[in-house]
């Protein structure tokens, strides 16, 4: 089983508004709304290509009920712990001119929820796959990620981490199978100013991370593609396939579901990152997340 855990799940509202302005009356243009939550977000793509997962992660109130039925009905099996006080987040995402967002604290978590969790996490099988997806949240401690990996109870569990910062370095000595930083987030970790498409620095980056636990480095690069170190010392990278670019918020999400669907295909890295990239790209290419469909299409045609 693949298991996705997302420490603060979400509803996003997705707003659409022609010529925002500050302090005047602004008028939808249309809206919408989706299940938000980067490892939510990968659970989605991943019941969308036919692999089947479960979310794990905190809910709380009527909006965590909402996220939680919600994915239910879309066939993603979900086993989250209910806080006992607050409310699931509620995040709006503006598109106009600029993609523009505005995140809402999650609710508190408890000690004895947070054992609830950990609980859950140690049921993990050996040959099951957890994705540990987002940064660390104000009630979140930098080292939770990593604590979540210890209590794996094989070391053999294949783990990808997508998050930054300390929380990720923190989690580097328990050799996640795979990590996905972007390209903003690498050089953030490093305090260098990486560009797009400059593969000898990114390369050199991620063997930085491998040096310190890291197996396989996936560096998203946004409408430039991405590029992946392998353990065994391999380089690959994927320009990422035209389109009209609709709605950012989730790609780096779908190309993390589409890298493991293609992995889990035939284990042929390359084949894994060009899925991922194409995830990626038609997610990007739509309002919410692409289709299965569509990214099979679009994956064909690139491959």
Known sequence: MIYTLTYNPSIDYLVTVDGFEIGGINRMRKDSYMYGGKGVNVSQVLKELGIENTALGFVAGFTGKEIEEGLQKMGIHTNFVHLPEGYSRINIKFHGIEETEVNAPGPFVDAVSMRALRDKIAQIGKDDILILAG????????????????????????VILDTTGEALVNALSYHPFLIKPNIEELSELFHENFVPNDINAISDAAKRLQEKGARNVLTSMGEDGAVLITEDGH????????????????????????????????????????????????????EGFARGDEIMQLYRLVR
């Open 135 to 158: 940064a660390a949240t104000a009630n979140m401690e930098n080292d939770t990620f990593a604590t979540f990996i210890a209590d794996l109870p094989f070391r053999d569990t294949k």
């Open 235 to 286: 380089v690959y990278s994927r320009s990422a396939p035209a389109g009209i670019v609709v709605n950012t918020v989730g790609s780096g999400d779908s190309m993390v579901a589409g890298f493991l669907a293609g992995y889990l295909e035939n284990q042929n890295m390359e084949d894994a990152l060009c899925l991922g990239v194409c995830a990626g790209s038609a997610s990007a290419f739509n």
